[in-house]
């Protein structure tokens, strides 16, 4: 990790295993980010904060072993490394998994409970409109989000941040975003829709580190 400074961009890596890199990567970019696919520990070590995608979470836990990346990227986002995971990057970076694969194992980060493909069958993918904390605007513009096969976060440590719960509907009040220290994570694909404001966030926040 190289200490972030305000007089260049920060370099955000991207998970480069599975799911959408290159819409983060794009949307990191058109944030003022620059980017970085992230596929081996020496790609890690130059990146200022870190994007975990969505996909499957079980098979991105499988390819991080593979690429010999688990226990790196787990010691860096312990050692405090600013990471977002959307999606699967959410379980991804959740301490506790409910709902989880027989002996699926996480990275973890984030204090909280995070239930896997917890919308159920009947909702497996929706959208909604989402009033979320800490991004501009967006009593007056919500942020529209999707979720696909999305996990929500079923409990939160006392320093986590609830960010977003969604508004209406069965879901009514499950927390869908959620941030601590500077790791972040939403059960929705922000990197999909050209709303730039969830990737703007998570720049400033590790601009702000610097
Ligand atoms: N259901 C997926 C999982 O368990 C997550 C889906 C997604 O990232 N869109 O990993």
Known sequence: MTPADSSRPPTLGVLALQGDVREHRAALEASGARTVAVRRESELAEVDGIVV?????TTIEKLLRTFGLFQPLQDAVRG?????GSC???ILLADRLAGG?????????LDVTVRRNAFGRQVDSFETDLVVDGVEDSV????????IRAPWVE?????????????SGEAAGRI????????????FHPEITGDLRLHRLFVQIVSERG
């Open 53 to 57: 995608p969505g996909g499957e979470s």
């Open 176 to 187: 869908v975003a959620v941030r601590e220290r500077d790791v972040m994570a939403t059960s």
């Open 155 to 167: 409990e939160v440590g006392p320093g986590v941040q609830v960010l977003a719960r969604v508004g």
């Open 88 to 90: 699967a990057g959410m």
């Open 101 to 109: 694969a027989p002996g699926q194992a996480t990275i973890g980060g």
């Open 140 to 147: 007056e513009r919500p942020v529209h989000a999707v979720f």
């Open 80 to 84: 405090g490394l600013p990471a977002y």
